[in-house]
């Protein structure tokens, strides 16, 4: 399978292999500067050696073999759309951006490249995890991308979730303002903790319902900052993890055992993802001046878990 990209117009010269470690953060450099020795990649049609530079323009072919991509759900679907950007309802897995082996089955090479008619410039505005449903933005140019990113940036921008966590969570208009930082003690790189030397971060849990089990709770919760899973991290850090969060409901080693071989069966995490929907958004349009108010309703697995729990 052959993968090409072009080096952006505005761009210096620089070593091939430093770009595709930059560029491609899938591959480590060491991993680069071998699949160059092994004639992976190509410079304009022409096979590439380690000491080559790259420059604005240049078009890039990485030759990455033959594979099966990770299985994910492609049925995303459009809530709204206008001149500027797409709201999509992402499913609960699917990534937005290219990521390990998945360089098709992501929401942006959907988009770009899949949909009819294809949006060939999209990209995401903000952050939603591969496992988190619900609305997403995508921009369809350069100066949306700006313009919408800044509304996120300032705060302008409401979000809505709704959650199923584990235990009993009995008080509602709970606000949990705890900086967020990684977590330098974790095993895990892409892992995140409160921490007084973080950034600040500041969640409110605006609605509780305890489901009948008295073992779950559904949550409606606002995220006033945007953190790296910082609901997620939030949660967790009062006692109360999300439903199906292989990352901040197990311990490390299951954790860890469980990216070794994602078909292991784990219990007592109860859903295959987790329990974590974005609902709506609430914005004023920037272009336009327009209040807008985007909605996907909850999906059915989290409805069946939910059910599941009141029988």
Same mark, same amino acid.
């Not at 030759?63 to 709201?87: Q, R």
């Not at 006692?239 to 784990?266: Q, R, T, V």
């Given at each position: 399978?052959?993968?090409?990209?072009? !080096?952006?117009?505005?761009?210096?010269?620089?070593?091939?292999?430093?770009?595709?470690?930059?560029?491609?953060?899938?591959?480590?450099?060491?991993?680069?500067?071998?699949?160059?020795?092994?004639?992976?990649?190509?410079?304009?049609?022409?096979?590439? !050696?380690?000491?080559?530079?790259?420059?604005?323009?240049?078009?890039?072919?990485?030759?990455?073999?033959?594979?099966?991509?990770?299985?994910?759900?492609?049925?995303?679907?459009?809530?709204?759309?206008?001149?500027?950007?797409?709201?999509?309802?992402?499913?609960?897995?699917?990534?937005?951006?290219?990521?390990?082996?998945?360089?098709?089955?992501?929401?942006?090479?959907?988009?770009?490249?899949?949909?009819?008619?294809?949006?060939?410039?999209?990209?995401?505005?903000?952050?939603?995890?591969?496992?988190?449903?619900?609305?997403?933005?995508?921009?369809?140019?350069?100066?949306?991308?700006?313009?919408?990113?800044?509304?996120?940036?300032?705060?302008?921008?409401?979000?809505?979730?709704?959650?199923?966590?584990?235990?009993?969570?009995?008080?509602?208009?709970?606000?949990?303002?705890?900086?967020?930082?990684?977590?330098?003690?974790?095993? !895990?790189?892409?892992?995140?903790?409160?921490?007084?030397?973080?950034?600040?971060?500041?969640?409110?849990?605006?609605?509780?319902?305890?489901?009948?089990?008295?073992?779950?709770?559904?949550?409606?919760?606002?995220?006033?900052?945007?953190?790296?899973?910082?609901?997620? !991290?939030?949660?967790?850090?009062?006692?109360?993890?999300?439903?199906?969060?292989?990352?901040?409901?197990?311990?490390?080693?299951?954790?860890?055992?469980?990216?070794?071989?994602?078909?292991?069966?784990?219990?007592?995490?109860?859903?295959?993802?987790?329990?974590?929907?974005?609902?709506?958004?609430?914005?004023?349009?920037?272009?336009?001046?327009?209040?807008?108010?985007?909605?996907?309703?909850?999906?059915?697995?989290?409805?069946?878990?939910?059910?599941?729990?009141?029988?």
């Amino acid at each position: 399978m052959i993968f090409n990209a072009t !080096v952006a117009l505005n761009s210096k010269q620089e070593k091939l292999v430093d770009y595709l470690a930059r560029r491609f953060t899938y591959h480590c450099k060491d991993i680069w500067v071998e699949k160059v020795r092994l004639g992976q990649i190509q410079v304009n049609g022409k096979r590439s !050696v380690q000491t080559d530079y790259v420059y604005a323009a240049d078009v890039i072919a990485y030759d990455a073999g033959e594979f099966v991509e990770p299985a994910a759900d492609l049925d995303y679907s459009v809530i709204a759309e206008d001149e500027w950007v797409i709201a999509v309802n992402k499913p609960g897995n699917l990534l937005v951006h290219r990521a390990g082996k998945s360089f098709r089955n992501n929401l942006t090479y959907l988009l770009r490249s899949v949909a009819e008619p294809p949006y060939p410039d999209a990209n995401a505005i903000h952050r939603i995890d591969r496992e988190t449903s619900g609305v997403i933005l995508m921009a369809k140019n350069q100066e949306s991308m700006s313009r919408f990113a800044l509304e996120f940036k300032e705060g302008r921008v409401q979000k809505c979730y709704r959650a199923v966590v584990h235990g009993s969570v009995q008080q509602n208009n709970l606000k949990i303002d705890k900086p967020i930082a990684k977590d330098c003690n974790s095993k !895990v790189r892409h892992k995140f903790c409160t921490d007084e030397a973080g950034k600040p971060a500041l969640t409110e849990i605006v609605e509780t319902t305890v489901l009948p089990s008295n073992k779950a709770s559904l949550l409606t919760i606002k995220p006033h900052t945007g953190r790296t899973h910082q609901i997620r !991290v939030h949660l967790a850090s009062i006692g109360h993890p999300i439903i199906g969060d292989k990352l901040y409901s197990l311990d490390e080693e299951k954790y860890l055992a469980w990216l070794d071989n994602s078909k292991i069966e784990i219990p007592e995490l109860l859903m295959n993802r987790q329990a974590l929907h974005c609902e709506s958004l609430q914005f004023t349009h920037p272009f336009t001046g327009r209040e807008m108010e985007l909605s996907a309703p909850v999906p059915k697995d989290i409805e069946e878990f939910i059910s599941a729990c009141s029988e």
